[in-house]
Structures are given as structure tokens and as C-alpha cells.
């Protein structure tokens, strides 16, 4: 009887010092692992949204660390100590700046989570914007004296025509199309962009300010902006004259 009675008191502290081992924090992200705003139409302030973090173990989860990948991106964590079963909220917000299209940025918490230390919230959004600006015009090859030229695209994702009333460039930049030009509805235009190489080689840049009769403030004036390497010109190459065969012929 005291080896059965010695045998189930081991059996018990066994499968107690086992519990102990395996007792571990957990983080759980509800609602999953990525944050989706959808479409977004209004820029005019920071997107902003929140995640609920629970502990889903049996042991006390610390979140040591909240880190944005960028600078475009805060946080906010309501408190890091949580207790098995409780959670807490983290809050964010995104400055979207002159993005447009597909927006992804992310969150990384580090904590004492196992097997999940480190986890990676992912925040993404589909910036569309009513006035939709291919901002960057490369100019390749671009050479000292000689004429590059290059296309912007401007998209009118809104419901009514607007005007482009007026375009005012920098550093020789020019618009080869005459203002007023009228973008219908959802319709998307071409400008041809040119500039004269500058008298000295180097790295190019300027941009383009395009005035609009647009109803909504931030699309009033945009901004098209341009880049190049300005090469030295190329040397012409010699004519040379044909050589002259014995029988007056040439070859």
C-alpha cells in the first residue's frame, strides 16, 4: 500500500512539475495577422486603425517591443504585461504621404511568447486617389545639349471632367501639350514631358506644377516630378574618305 500511495504522490508531482515546464505565454493577433483598410479614397489625414492582442496561454505575456518598419508609421500599446486569458489593445496610425495604389507597412512585437517571439502585424490599404499623378518621368539617356523627352500620366478617378488650367516646370522642364486640357471622368491621359540637357553632366532633377480647376483642395495643383543622368554629348565621328584602288576604283 505505501509503494502504490509513493508511486501515485510521484505520478502527481510528475505530472506537476510537467504542467509547470510546458505553462507558456501565447500571443494571438484577433482578427488575424494583417490589418486591411480596403479601399481608401480620403488622404487628407493619417490612416488609423486598432488590433486587439490576447494571451491566449497560461503564463504572464510580456510584449517587450512594438516597432513600426518606418517612420510613417506610430503605435500606441495600451499596456505590455497581460495576463493569461486577458488582452490588450495596440493602436496605429499610417501616414500615406504621396502614395497611391497598394500600401503595405507592418508592425513587428517582440515578446516572451513562445513559440511566436516575434510576430508581424501587417497594415495594408489600396490608396485611391481622385487625382492620380505618375509622379516620377525618368529621362534615359539624357545628353548635354540634346533634347530628352519623356511621358506623364495623369488619372481622373473621380466622377466629373476637371481641368488641367496651367503648367509651370523648373529647370527647362516643358509640357508639349497647351493648357487647358480636359480629363473626362475615370479616364486616365498621357503628357509628353521634355527637357533640353543641362551644360553641365550629372544627376537631373525638376518637376512640373500642374494647376487644376479640381473641387477638392489637395488636388488644386500637382506635382510631376523628373529625373535623369545628363551625359556629356557624344562626339561625332569622323568621316573618313574612301581609300583610293590603283585603277581610280575605291573600296
Not at 60 to 87: F, M, W, Y
Not at 145 to 162: F, H, L, Q, R
Request: proline content about 8%; aromatic content about 6%; overall charge positive.
Amino acid at each position: 500500500m505505501k509503494s502504490f500511495t509513493k508511486t501515485l504522490l510521484a505520478t502527481g508531482v510528475a505530472l506537476f512539475l510537467t504542467g509547470v515546464a510546458f505553462a507558456q505565454p501565447k500571443i494571438e493577433i484577433k482578427g488575424g495577422d494583417t490589418y486591411d483598410w480596403g479601399n481608401v479614397s480620403d488622404v487628407s489625414k493619417p490612416l488609423a486603425g486598432q488590433v486587439e492582442i490576447k494571451n491566449s496561454g497560461d503564463k504572464d505575456l510580456v510584449i517587450l517591443q512594438a516597432k513600426p518598419a518606418c517612420g510613417c508609421t506610430s503605435e500606441a500599446l495600451e499596456r505590455s504585461n497581460i495576463k493569461p486569458g486577458e488582452s490588450t489593445v495596440l493602436k496605429f496610425t499610417v501616414n500615406v504621404g504621396t502614395a497611391s495604389g497598394q500600401l503595405m507597412k507592418s508592425i513587428t512585437l517582440t515578446s516572451n511568447a513562445q513559440p511566436d517571439s516575434i510576430k508581424v502585424l501587417f497594415l495594408k490599404a489600396n490608396i485611391i486617389r481622385l487625382m492620380q499623378v505618375d509622379q516620377f518621368v525618368s529621362f534615359y539617356p539624357m545628353y548635354v545639349g540634346k533634347e530628352a523627352t519623356g511621358v506623364a500620366k495623369i488619372k481622373n478617378n473621380g466622377s466629373s471632367p476637371v481641368k488641367l488650367l496651367e503648367f509651370t516646370g523648373n529647370n527647362g522642364l516643358t509640357i508639349a501639350k497647351k493648357a487647358p486640357i480636359t480629363i473626362p471622368a475615370n479616364t486616365e491621359i498621357e503628357l509628353p514631358v521634355k527637357v533640353v540637357g543641362p551644360a553641365q553632366p550629372g544627376p537631373f532633377y525638376g518637376q512640373v506644377l500642374v494647376k487644376t480647376d479640381h473641387q477638392d483642395p489637395q488636388y488644386k495643383l500637382l506635382e510631376i516630378r523628373a529625373y535623369g543622368e545628363n551625359k556629356p554629348a557624344v562626339a561625332p565621328t569622323p568621316q573618313t574618305s574612301p581609300a583610293m584602288l590603283p585603277n581610280g576604283g575605291t573600296k
